[in-house]
């Protein structure tokens, strides 16, 4: 029962995550010009639009995952015009932002939770941490003790997709910011090199044995800040 329980818990926050993080995307496409998401209902947290059009990543593969590793990974994705993108790179450099810096958002909020949480004695610095034990409930029981797990697993897999989808690696939003750096005419070479179907095999390749690498120490660095002084190692 137990890990049913946990099971449950991680979809639903991958579900609510993957869902804000699509539904940035479609949003910011849609007010820079690009209605594409918008007609394929995407531009809404309701996950339903967003798990039909991508079942595999959306289900299958993060209750696979769960099952042989204990924590959830999969994906999602947004359609948007390449026309459009190629006319406006740096349009569609903000659209490729707009997902992690959903995640963002969603560790910053969890963050505020859990101290809100400590600082109403609901929640308590944990001795150890992991991704479901970054905080928690005074005495482990009831709603605070969901509650506590939740916003665990919400801090660590936002962050995760935050500094994930950052690197600079098609087809990773990173890639898609870089743009943003390049004048125009940069941009678009770069674009139209970067959309070559056979570079994402190899740019998730690299992207997750950098990641490996990346991840732990960020993570450490973010349990310190969120708790001061409480030197976590």
Known sequence: MDRLFDGLMWYLVFLFSTTVHEAAHAFTA?????????????????PIPHIMREPLGTVIVPIMSFLVSGW??????TPYDPYWAERYPRRSALMSLAG??????????????????????????????????????????????AAAIVLSIMFTLNLLLFVFNL????????SGALPLLLKEEHALNYMNFINHSSFSFFGLLIAW?????????IHLMAINLLYPGASYH
């Open 167 to 174: 690197l600079p690696f098609p087809p990773l939003d990173g």
């Open 72 to 77: 959830m990974i999969g994906w999602a994705s």
């Open 30 to 46: 849609m007010k820079l010009g690009d209605k594409t998401a918008y007609h394929g209902g995407q531009v809404t947290l309701d």
């Open 209 to 217: 044995n950098v990641f490996d690498k990346l991840f732990d120490p």
């Open 100 to 145: 992690p810096a959903s995640n963002f958002i969603l560790v910053l909020f969890s963050a505020l939770m859990i101290r809100i949480g400590i600082a109403t004695g609901y929640f308590v610095e944990p001795d150890s941490i992991n991704f479901m034990h970054v905080t928690a409930a005074f005495g482990e029981s009831g709603i605070f003790n």
